[in-house]
T-cell receptor, first 116, second 110 residues
């Protein structure tokens, strides 16, 4: 299957700082990428849908000014958590598809964010 | 609104003890139902896609089936390395997004 790489795998940051997470499709071009958040022992909750070259679409309740998403190329999307607080600590996962309609979705390995 | 539930929440099996995981869904026009495996601290790993009722797919000790209301993931003679959380997700006819179920945490004891 296609490979999606996330970086970093884990990060610890101080409260009030910003942290950027990268999601790359390594062997295919992804017109659509998705960002999820997962709390311990819970399932994946979609945060936003990122389409290359256009603004991301955020799910209800997700602050777009806090979670900045950029999808500048067909192989890279970034999620920046701005002014991070301890409650932002979570497991963030991205996924990518070849096209918006394509049903196959491939997931990155996830990023564990801890805000202290 | 698309919804997915999974049962049981957790399942503990002895090695070699076969069982089934359930995924019940409500979606107006199923585009696809997906099974993923997730190990602790890792992203989901794709297992199967099912598109229409009656469809079945197999991979090693796993077999996924689909009806109009639910899907089953059958695990035959499981091994300890099958221990993981199994996630079910659906995609409706219009949305790009997947709706995930809460998952079933499977533990296979040697």
């Amino acid at each position: 299957g296609a490979v999606v790489s996330q970086h970093p795998s884990w990060v610890i940051c101080k409260s009030g700082t910003s942290v950027k997470i990268e999601c790359r499709s390594l062997d295919f071009q992804a017109t659509t990428m998705f960002w999820y958040r997962q709390f311990p022992k819970q399932s994946l909750m979609l945060m936003a849908t990122s389409n290359e070259g256009s603004k991301a679409t955020y799910e209800q309740g997700v602050e777009k000014d806090k979670f900045l998403i950029n999808h500048a190329s067909l192989t890279l999307s970034t999620l920046t958590v701005t002014s991070a607080h301890p409650e932002d600590s979570s497991f963030y996962i991205c996924s990518a598809r070849f096209t918006p309609e394509n049903t196959e979705a491939f997931f990155g390995q996830g990023t564990r964010l801890t805000v202290v | 609104e698309d919804q997915v539930t999974q049962s049981p929440e957790a399942l503990r099996l002895q090695e070699g003890e076969s069982s089934s995981l359930n995924c019940s869904y409500t979606v107006s026009g199923l585009r696809g139902l997906f099974w993923y495996r997730q190990d602790p601290g890792k992203g989901p790993e794709f297992l199967f896609t099912l598109y229409s009722a009656g469809e079945e797919k197999e991979k090693e000790r796993l077999k996924a089936t689909l009806t109009k209301k639910e899907s089953f993931l059958h695990i035959t003679a499981p091994k300890p390395e099958d221990s993981a959380t199994y996630l079910c997700a659906v995609q409706g006819p219009y949305g790009q997004n997947f709706v995930f179920g809460p998952g079933t945490r499977l533990s296979v004891l040697p």
